[in-house]
C-alpha cells in the first residue's frame, strides 16, 4: 500500500480582479500557478519563499478554504475537492490549520474550554459528557495546565495561544496539520517550545505536516523536506539536508545566504536581491524570477524554465542548472 498521504497536482488558484460598476472579470491574480509535490505519512514538507508568494494560499487550498481553479489535491486517495460538502464534512477532522495568529480565530467571549470543545461536539468525535475531560487531556498534551479550562484568550500569553491552537487541531485526532506560520509573532526563546512541541506531537500521535514560513532557520529544525516557492510557482525542491547542502536555484542561494550565523568567527557573503517581487496579476515572462536573478541569462526572458528532476530528491526550475 502507498505511504503517500497527500499528492498536489498541477495545482493552480487564481483570484479574479474585478473593476467597474459591473465588477467585471479584467484580470487574474496567479496566487498559485500550478505546483506539484507529494507527502508521505510522518513527514514535514517546509514551504518557504517571500510574503506574497502563494505559500498560504497553497495551505488554505489544500484543506479546501479555497475553490481551486485547477489541478488535483488527494489526501489518502480522495479527491478533497470533488467531494460532496456531506462527505467532505467527515474528512474535515482529519486536514486541520493551523493559523500564525490564534487570538483573531478564537471569540473572546468564549472561554478556551468551550472554544477548544465546540469542534468536537460538531463532528460527534466524543459524547457531551466526555468533552470537558478531553479537553483537559489535549490542554496538557500541549503543555498547558486543566485550569486554564475556563479562561478566556485575553489571559494567555502569545505562546500559550498558540498552543490553544495547536489543541484545538489535535482535539479531532488529525492525521495532517497544516501549520501557516505557527511561530513567526512569537520570541525565539518560545519559537523553540511550540517547535518542540509540534515534533513531540508529530511523533506521538504520527502526524504529516506541511509548515509554512518565511525563515528557513526555523525550517531547518523541523522539516523532513523544504520546497522554495516564488511568485506562485515552485522553484526548488529537496530533502532538507540535501536543500540546505546543495542549493541550485539561484533565489534559494539568495534565501539561505540570509539566515545569520551564531558563530561571529564563521562568514559568509549575503547575496542581496535587487528590486521588489513582480505583482502575481502581471508575473513576469520566461522565468518569472529574471528580474531580480543575478545569474539570468538571455534565455529567461523568453522560456519558462521546466521543473525538472535533477538526481536523488532533487527537483529545480532554473535553465542554467
Ligand atoms: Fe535565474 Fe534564469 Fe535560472 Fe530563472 S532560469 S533562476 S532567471 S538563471
Known sequence: MSDVLLEVNNLKKYFP????????????????????FKLKRGETIGLVGESGCGKSTVGRSIVRLHDITEGTIRFKGTDVHALPRNKL????????LVFQDPYSSLNPRI?????????????????????????????????LASYHID????EFSGGQRQRI?????????PDFIVLDEPVSALDVSIQAQIINLLSDL???QDLTYLFISHDLSVVEHICTKVAVMYLGSMAEMASRDELFKNPLHPYTQALL????????TLRRERIVLQ???PSPANPPFGCKFHTRCPQAIDKCKEVVPDFRHVGGDHYVACHIV
Open 17 to 36: 480582479i474585478r473593476s467597474g460598476v459591473f465588477q467585471q472579470t479584467v484580470g487574474h491574480v496567479k496566487a498559485v500557478d500550478g505546483i506539484s
Open 89 to 96: 464534512r467527515k474528512l474535515r477532522p482529519k486536514m486541520q
Open 111 to 143: 472561554r478556551i474550554g468551550e472554544a477548544i470543545g465546540e469542534a468536537v461536539m460538531d463532528h460527534g468525535i466524543c459524547r457531551k459528557s466526555e468533552v470537558r475531560e478531553r479537553v483537559r487531556e489535549v490542554l496538557n498534551i500541549c503543555g
Open 151 to 154: 479562561r478566556y484568550p485575553h
Open 165 to 173: 491552537g495547536i489543541a484545538r487541531a489535535l482535539i479531532l485526532n
Open 202 to 204: 508529530q511523533e506521538i
Open 257 to 264: 545566504s540570509a539566515i545569520p550565523i551564531p558563530d561571529p
Open 275 to 277: 528590486g521588489d517581487i
